[in-house]
């Protein structure tokens, strides 16, 4: 429960966290206790680095990420993150995500670089779980997701936007968006690859990882990284519109479709999870990727001056 009220402060789905009864709690299929909401309530809730806002109407949920000033993806984020969505995921009423980003300019910049420069190995593996979690919560959802990209979304900010099942990218050329990993001197791993080539293909997959090509938005739209692109102001207003087309289609049909293209990729994570973390830590405590990250942070911190 503390936990609870920490990770959704302000919540106004049916009033505070605290005045929920025990009648008002269920159990996730990951045995976590969640809040549970009466099936007439208009929800909107706040969290630290999220707002989530859903509509009973349409049965569609707005995640919009705030975590100033890029939005990277730190392990508390992270766990904000993958408990809303299975909050949403356990709503019977919420037949679709729209995930988007509150702050100016940025989707999100990826991983949180900090939570893995100068980190020892235990909390690199709690922050590799939790990325892993992300994922798995994104791509194997059985809600519509759609990623409404207004900003340039690096690295992880990519793979959230790709475990969605469509993206709408903001038309402007200064955004970016790919799979960067190899320019900091680090690996997308191979689950990171998988979900590129499930969405690009084997050859523009391999071009991309090797180069670590960040595709601006024409370009993003060519590979197939992205599905649409639409004047910055109508990102939010086309994925309604899109989400609707997905919207009109039976919900056990769609959710079968999508189990039967995503499972093969998901059970490779799952069947490799730990030795996916174990090889985690043991890359990215070496002194040499150290020397990489670092160097790249301060080539970040330069660019401002
Ligand atoms: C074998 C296989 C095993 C596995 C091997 C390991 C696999 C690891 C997989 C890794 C996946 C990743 O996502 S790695 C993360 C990759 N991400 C990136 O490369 C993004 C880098 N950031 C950017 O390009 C830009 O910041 C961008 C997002 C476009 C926004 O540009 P802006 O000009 O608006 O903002 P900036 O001025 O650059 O940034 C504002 C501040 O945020 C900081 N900042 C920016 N991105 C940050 C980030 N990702 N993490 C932390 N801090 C970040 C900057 O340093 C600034 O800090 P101050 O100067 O203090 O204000």
Request: glycine fraction near 6%; include cysteine; hydrophobic fraction near 40%.
């Amino acid at each position: 429960m503390a936990t609870l009220l920490k990770l959704f402060p302000t919540c106004t789905w049916t009033g505070r966290l605290a005045h929920l009864s025990r009648k008002g709690w269920a159990q996730s299929r990951s045995g976590r206790l969640l809040p549970c909401f009466p099936a007439s309530q208009r929800c909107a809730s706040t969290t630290s680095y999220l707002t989530v806002e859903m509509d009973d109407n349409t049965g569609v949920a707005v995640v919009t990420m705030k975590s100033p000033p890029v939005n990277s993806l730190s392990l508390d984020f992270l766990t904000e993150f993958s408990i809303s969505i299975e909050k949403l995921e356990m709503d019977r009423k919420c037949r679709g995500v729209i995930l988007t980003s509150g702050l100016p300019k940025v989707f999100s910049a990826g991983l949180d670089i900090m939570e893995m420069y100068g980190k020892g190995p235990e909390h690199c593996a709690e922050f590799w779980r939790a990325v892993q979690e992300m994922w798995l919560k994104l791509y194997g959802s059985n809600m519509i997701t759609i990623a409404a990209v207004n900003g340039s979304s690096p690295a992880g900010g990519c793979l959230m936007a790709m475990a969605c099942d469509y993206r709408i990218m903001a038309d402007n050329p200064k955004y970016s968006i790919g799979l960067n990993e190899t320019l900091l001197g680090i690996v997308a791993p191979f689950w990171f690859k998988d979900t590129m080539m499930n969405t690009i293909g084997f050859r523009a997959t391999e071009l991309a990882l090797q180069l670590g090509l960040l595709h601006n938005a024409p370009n993003a739209l060519r590979v197939g990284l992205v599905d649409e692109l639409v004047p910055e102001k109508e990102v939010l207003s086309a994925a309604s519109t899109a989400i609707s087309k997905w919207l009109a289609i039976p919900d056990h049909a769609r959710q079968i479709t999508k189990s039967m293209m995503r499972k093969p990729t998901i059970d490779r994570l799952l069947s490799h999870r730990d030795q996916d973390i174990n090889n985690f830590v043991s890359f990215i405590t070496k002194d040499s990727i150290q020397k990489s990250l670092q160097v790249y942070m301060e080539r970040l911190k330069q660019r401002k001056t």
